[in-house]
């Protein structure tokens, strides 16, 4: 059983950065392929990024070139890099894993999930 604690959310205003990180626990965390999700009020969730065990690498249209995700085996940790900051990115960022080799962008795919960190842009 993995387990995973998002941190890093927070208020920032537009145009601003933050960095999110993934703490993993319970399993062999290099071989888990790892995601990014979110979720703003009203809508369902949506997938933000994505990165295999081998670093290979996806993202959302909606934010590449702004976000980049990555990871450290050593420290069981994934990263989320988020620059250019916009209210519409304004949502809670979960971070979620599968032993897989594919990234998936949908979150029905995915088998363990952190709670949440919000992540909010004021114009």
């Known amino acids: 059983q993995v387990q995973l604690v998002e941190s890093g959310g927070g208020l920032v205003q537009t145009g601003g950065s933050l960095r999110l990180s993934c703490a993993a626990s319970g399993g062999t965390f290099s071989r888990y392929t790892m995601a990014w999700f979110r979720q703003a009020p009203g809508r369902e969730r949506e997938f933000v990024a994505g990165?295999?065990?081998?670093?290979?690498?996806r993202y959302s249209d909606s934010v590449k070139g702004r976000f980049t995700i990555s990871r450290d085996n050593a420290k069981n940790t994934m990263y989320l890099q988020m620059n250019t900051l916009q209210p519409d990115d304004t949502a809670v960022y979960y971070c979620?894993?599968?032993?897989?080799?594919?990234?998936?962008?949908?979150?029905?795919?995915?088998?363990?999930w952190g709670q949440g960190t919000q992540v909010t842009v004021s114009s």
């Open positions: 990165i295999t065990r081998t670093f290979g690498t």
């Open positions: 979620t894993a599968v032993l897989t080799i594919a990234i998936m962008t949908s979150p029905n795919m995915y088998d363990y």
